[in-house]
């Protein structure tokens, strides 16, 4: 990222904490540190599809997490970090996940820094999520976020619910997989390479805004973004060739999770529109939890989701007409022992993913996981799976909190 931007970012929140700290006499400030280290290694079942590649990867990384809030609790300076070091280039990385300084009052909040903002309910596809970038050489299913420099402010009322205005000032581009790691396509992506729809490049000036309130067993979320998205497009040639570039454009979404019973239900929408592509897309499902079973604290969890998406060629998504299901465990344990086993089915191919995601803690310093991803039956036509289909993965980590 701009190191400019982090400069600027670290002025800004020590500027704003020295200035509260001389305009009035305060309580001594509290403060809270933890570090995580992670030792990783990854390992790829089947021989490489492409040059370059290799099946193990061993990586160790860093996340630090530092809090300091004064004025009875209602300021407070936050900062995440993260660094990794990997056998594949583009994966040996660093990142200020947040670093922003929050001041709230009774009814409202406002933070200025890089931040990381999550919206949404289901558990498949995060449709909504548009705020951050994906730090898409972290995890293959996108739920890894790069910190987004912003100014966020929040209108809380009883009535009519909360109220979150952004204003984006920088967009950050998304990192791909180098030429020795998996889960690429064989055209090496060099995100340096990936222009903009926009002539003011990453410094367009973006904005969004959300209202999610709650009506009895609905919980309700309307949002809409204008600005330079996330994800790149990429046109692809008949001849392996990539066009790509960032577009600008406007996404209205909705989120909505019923609670009834022991019952979840779940829908993501969104409408994109811009001048390379206009679609809708949406992912619907339910949870049903079994709760404390045989009174051991034993909860399990069916899930089912249905993904659509109107995308061709322009999108990096193969979730355009699949299915989702999976099970949930959580023990509900000291060690908080949980496992969530899944897989998605692509109903107009016999293109399949299943994956499996477990941790437990050991001690109260200690935690373990394991994640496998399986590609099975994947399509020859698959545009974008048939670049994985040989990149079935095992992921164990272990990591230790200071």
């Known amino acids: 990222m701009n190191k400019q931007l982090y400069i600027f970012a670290v002025i800004l929140c020590v500027g ?37 590649q290799l099946d193990h990867y061993p990586s160790i990384a860093l996340r630090p997490d530092y809090s300091i809030e004064w004025n009875k609790g209602y300021e407070s300076i936050n900062f995440t970090g993260f660094f990794r070091v990997d056998r594949d280039d583009e994966r040996t990385h660093w990142d200020v996940r947040e670093l922003y300084y929050q001041k709230a009052k009774s009814n409202w909040e406002l933070s200025v820094g890089l931040k990381k903002v999550y919206w949404g309910v289901a558990e498949s596809n995060h449709l909504v999520d548009i705020i951050n970038q994906t730090d898409a050489v ?10 987004q420099p912003m100014v966020q402010y929040s209108y809380i009322t009883n009535k009519m619910g909360t109220f979150d205005f952004f204003y984006l000032p920088f967009n950050r581009k998304r990192t791909f997989t180098g ?16 222009g903009y729809e926009s002539g003011a490049k990453e410094w ?49 979404g909705i989120d909505v999770q019923i609670t009834h019973d022991a019952f979840l239900w779940k829908l993501e929408s969104i409408y994109r529109n811009a001048d390379a592509q206009d679609f809708v897309a949406l992912v619907a499902g ?18 089912g989701e249905y993904l659509y998406d109107e995308r061709d060629e322009l999108s990096l998504n193969a979730l355009q007409n699949d299915v989702f299901f999976g099970s949930r465990l959580a ?52 545009l974008i799976l048939g670049n994985f289909k040989e990149d079935s993965f095992i992921r164990f980590t272990i990591s230790r909190f200071f």
């Open 286 to 303: 339910l949870e049903y939890t079994f709760n404390n079973i045989d009174g051991n604290g034993l909860d399990i969890g069916l899930l």
């Open 138 to 147: 972290e995890t293959f299913d996108g739920e890894e976020k790069l910190g």
């Open 331 to 382: 023990f509900n344990d000291i060690q908080d022992t949980s496992i969530l086993i899944g897989g998605v089915t692509d109903l107009e191919s016999s293109s399949k993913i299943f994956s499996l995601e477990a941790s437990r803690r050991f001690g109260s310093n200690w935690r373990a996981e394991i994640e496998t991803r399986i590609f099975s039956a994947v399509a020859d036509d698959e």
């Open 16 to 52: 704003v904490f020295t200035t509260n700290a001389q305009q009035k006499e305060k309580t001594k400030p509290d403060q809270e540190f933890e570090l995580e280290l992670e030792a990783e290694y990854r390992y790829f079942i089947n021989d490489a599809q492409f040059a370059g």
């Open 204 to 252: 367009r000036q973006d904005f969004a805004v959300r209202w999610k309130h709650y009506f009895g067993i609905f919980d309700v979320g309307f949002s809409h973004f204008y600005g330079t998205g996330r994800e790149p497009l990429f046109i692809f040639d008949p001849f392996g060739n990539i066009e790509s570039f960032y577009p600008v454009i406007n996404q209205t």
């Open 179 to 194: 030429e020795k790691g998996r889960l690429r396509f064989g055209t090496v992506i060099n995100q340096d390479d990936i």
